[in-house]
Structures are given as C-alpha cells and as structure tokens.
C-alpha cells in the first residue's frame, strides 16, 4: 500500500506561482511513476504531469506544458508540482498519485494509489 498527501494548494491570483508536494510513504514509491492529475467542480480527472522513478523521463498535458514542472526527491519520498504562469482554467483539486507501471501513462486507471488532493483557486 501507498499513503500519499498532498500539501500546498491556496488563493492564488492570475499569473503567481505555486508549488504543491506529495510526501508519501508504504510502498516504496521511489522505484514508481508517479503522477499528479486535477479535477475541476463539473468535469472529469485530467492528467497533468508524470514523472518516472528515475526522473529521466517525464510528459505534461498540452494545458500546462511551460509552465509547470515535475520533479522528485526519492530520499525523501516527496513528489513535487512547481505551478507557473497560473490561468484561471488551473482551478481545480490537485490529486497526487502513483502507479505500478514502468513506463508513463495519463490514464487515471493506470494509478493505483490517490492522494485525497489540495485546493488550487486562481483568481482572474
């Protein structure tokens, strides 16, 4: 099993900056793709970023590619989510997730193991 918190979600106004984490713990989540997705009032999960348990492969989705960036720190077991540029269209609960496979994957059934997400609002 996997047990994945998400912290530093917030207020935010159009334009800011801001970096959300993911300190997990049981499985050993160093050695797993982990992936972060948000899910806006109405609409469905939506992939944003994965990153491989080396960090030498990564992908984004479209909506946010240049402007965030995924990283890991496997010593401490903490996945990171640095949020540029906001738009109001981020606004969203942030989910933190990991799944078994090797390769990266933006399909939500791929994951496993959920965070129980942050709040992310940007204000226009």
């Known amino acids: 099993q996997a047990q994945l918190v998400e912290s530093g979600g917030g207020l935010v106004q159009a334009g800011d900056s801001l970096r959300l984490s993911c300190a997990a713990s049981?499985?050993?989540?160093?050695?797993?793709?982990m992936g972060w997705f948000r899910q806006a009032p109405g609409k469905e999960r939506e992939f944003v970023a994965s990153?491989?348990?080396?960090?030498?492969?990564?992908s984004y989705s479209d909506s946010v590619k240049g402007r965030f960036a995924i990283s890991r720190n496997n010593a401490e077991n903490t996945v990171y989510l640095q949020m540029n540029s906001l738009k109001p269209e981020d606004t969203a609960v942030y989910y933190c997730?990991?799944?078994?496979?090797?390769?990266?994957?933006?399909?939500?059934?791929?994951?496993?193991?959920w965070g129980q997400g942050t709040q992310v609002t940007v204000s226009s």
């Open positions: 997730t990991t799944t078994p496979r090797v390769t990266l994957t933006s399909r939500p059934y791929d994951y496993d193991y």
């Open positions: 049981g499985r050993t989540v160093s050695r797993h793709t």
């Open positions: 990153i491989s348990w080396s960090g030498s492969s990564i």
